[in-house]
């Protein structure tokens, strides 16, 4: 059975050093592409929840912003100079 992901676009914007590494590190294990504090992520709903709720420990309400936008699977994707287009694979390694 293949497990179906959405593709989301998961953006950013930290105010405080420390924080900004951790929200990397915590989003690059799910991202599949993206640049600086925007990625790609294609991702179940377990991994959705599991990652805003990693995020949501790092950020602060106060101070930080997270957007994480689910995109419309019916929108044709087109992707600019060197980017690739992204695709669901068959697998994937969260961690």
Do not use: N
Request: aromatic share 8%.
């Amino acid at each position: 059975m293949k497990i179906r992901r959405k593709l989301y676009l998961v953006a950013y914007d930290v105010r405080e050093p420390r924080r900004l590494k951790a929200a990397l590190h915590i989003t690059r294990r799910y991202a599949t592409g993206g640049q600086k504090s925007v990625h790609e992520c294609w991702l179940t709903a377990a991994e959705r929840g599991r990652m805003i709720a990693d995020l949501c420990q790092v950020l602060e309400e106060d101070a930080d912003a997270l957007l994480v936008i689910r995109l419309d699977p019916r929108q044709r994707v087109t992707a600019l100079g060197r980017a690739v287009t992204p695709t669901d694979p068959d697998w994937f390694y969260v961690g």
